[in-house]
């Protein structure tokens, strides 16, 4: 579902990465750690094809960075969901409005886009802030309400960009648990995080940005990152 393949990328005329390679299947969990500036973000980047390497080549279902035209980079991104660590809400709209906006500029209809909000907002428990400002709402639910947004098109991966930075530990775990619940649906997921805690409660596959590289495995209690 999703394939990186040899893929090298240079910035600032300074390699970040070099051959590197990752696949995802359909409906998979994982995570991708690494130090600050290791380029986890452009990698992240990479997969919605904002960026795009300079050899090498990255897949997403039937889109591909080497022959995707420009005016088909709408219908990638619908199949990719997105979540920032500062969530990019708009503040000048409720949550509903916030959720809408996304559907509205498909021309979806105005039914649909009531139903398929109302059932997003249900899912990450946050119904009742449906009319609630961004600055009314606290780290952890402006974060819920993100994930909403991200899972309103049902897209086929979600990518998660420090979900948890801004928040405490308890409200990341919450926050986790809403990404685990999503991803058992079929979703597929990549976190990328410097939490270390949250992978490890994750107990899920990790990929690992070093020297340019990405290594393969799973984090264990006393792994040192």
Known sequence: MLSIQNVTFNYENQPLFENVNLELGAGEFAFLIGKSGSGKTTLLQMVYMNVLPDSGSVSVGNFNSKTIKKSELPYLR??????????????????????????????????????????????????????????????????????????????????????????????????????????????????????YDMVRKGNTRVFKIESGKILKGYLKPKDQL
């Open 78 to 195: 619908r199949k990719i969901g997105i979540v920032f660590q500062d969530f990019k809400l708009l503040t000048d709209r409720n949550v509903f409005e916030n959720l809408s906006f996304v559907l509205e500029v498909t021309a979806t209809q105005k039914r649909e886009i009531k139903k398929r909000v109302n059932d997003v907002l249900n899912e990450v428990g946050l119904s009742h802030k449906r009319l609630t400002k961004p600055d009314k709402l606290s780290g952890g639910e402006k974060q819920k309400v993100a994930i909403a947004r991200a899972i309103l098109n049902n897209p086929l991966i979600i990518l998660a960009d420090e979900p948890t930075g801004n928040l405490d530990p308890e409200t990341s775990n919450e926050i986790l648990d809403l990404l685990q619940k999503i991803n058992k649906r079929g979703t597929a997921i990549l976190v990328a995080t410097h939490n």
